[in-house]
């Protein structure tokens, strides 16, 4: 058998040096958790295995079988996200709650990704989603302090934690890092124009292939031009996405072109992803089925739909809520280089 290329986690040696950072990681949860009960948000425990993993078209899922007692299979998945769990739990009736959940991820892993992490997602019923972007700095700063600095720093960039976030909507950024007039491709109704977004990054100097979409365009202005300019000197929130870029969000009032959602970046790393959350059973199905007619275009597979998923929505109240990589930000607030140096026991591989 050949030998490992480095020398595993668990070597002492190993494990000296990244204890620091694990002990930071759970001074921070404690001081979360205390934060979010302060403010009467119930802790709650949602299934790791489920019907369906979430349908977003670019996410890969770990699949497994549940074997009845005469030894059928039928398929399960361990969840990327427990957010459809946690909106059944607003349908049946919870108003604020939180869960720092496991959740997996296939075919990532990475300085900033890990296949399995830890996502903090909490929820507000009958509240704004800009709610949401207050809790996210008043999190920033918590981290920081308890972690014990007074900055955040990563690949060259320096972030002020306590500093409050710049709110700068997607189609801002896209001008002002890119040169690109986002809503120009957007009509009214949010259908995307492919050759006006194209014809626009091409112009500000993206490579843009014949066989790309109007999404594989956005994506790529975002990742190359917009991404590593936020959270720079203070955190960013970056808003308003292009309702196609939000499957789960509710449309801004007065402006179907986009959606409520939000993430946070700092030193350029996305921290958090929230929503004003969509509760249209009818629409969250189309947009469900749009994503997984994309899957199959780009990867051959498909995801099944979480029936009882869309049966709740249908009598989900009005929420927003919020899913923060756990892991990512004690990383930047505890000092580390790469994000398995904060989990306890990585995976190995």
Known sequence: MQAPSASPWWRPENHADRRPFLLARNRIKAAFRAWFEARDFLEVETAALQVSPGNEAHLHAFETAA???????????????????????????ERRIFDFGKVWRNRERGTLHHPEFTMLEWYRVGEPYQALMNDCAALLAL?????????????????DPFAAPERVTVAQA?????????????????????DALAASARAGGIRVADDDTWADVFSRVIVEKVE???????ATIL?????????????????????????LYACGVELANAFGELTDAGEQRRRFEAEMDEKARVYGERYPLDEDFLAALAIMPEASGAALGFDRLVMLAAGASRVDQVLWTPVAG
């Open 67 to 93: 074997l009845t007692l005469s030894g059928e299979a039928a398929p399960l998945y361990l969840h990327t996200s427990p957010e459809f769990s946690c909106k059944k739990l607003l349908a049946a009736g």
């Open 143 to 159: 981290a920081a302090e308890t972690a014990g600095t007074l900055e955040f720093r990563f690949r060259g960039q320096a972030c």
């Open 174 to 194: 896209f001008e002002r890092h890119a040169g690109v007039d986002l809503l120009a491709s957007i009509g009214p109704g949010g259908e995307t124009d492919r």
């Open 228 to 234: 590593p300019n936020l959270g720079v000197g203070r």
């Open 239 to 263: 808003c308003e996405y292009p309702a196609e870029e939000a499957a789960l969000a509710r449309p801004k009032p007065g402006d179907p072109r986009v959606a409520e959602r939000f993430e």
